[in-house]
């Protein structure tokens, strides 16, 4: 059975977003990235392979190491999906703040 992953689904673990952080600015070995955390091995290699079928991670082959580097494409098509929602935070903050700013409790 072929399950499909749903990347919003696989971000919102705490341990999958540790590891996209650890490997945000290099490539690194399932041993490497294991070291980083507490858990057992085989925890980690299920996280990384949710990671790679969402394809926000992606494996090459170096010698008999498999190294896990960040998919820059899928990343960028999930911060394009929330930048709306992100944008529309920020001015509703905005409006808040200049409402406030504005503010003179009745003494």
Partial sequence: ??????V????????????????????MTAGAIAANFDTAR???SKHLQILTECELLKQEQNG????????AKKMKAVAEFIEPFRQMWDDRFNKLEAIMKNYKPDQ
């Fill in 1 to 6: 059975m072929n399950l499909r992953r749903d």
């Fill in 8 to 27: 919003f689904q696989a971000i919102a673990d705490p341990t999958r977003r540790a590891i996209l952080l650890l490997v945000a600015s290099q490539s």
């Fill in 42 to 44: 085989p925890t980690v």
């Fill in 64 to 71: 008999r190491e498999i190294h896990y580097y960040i998919n």
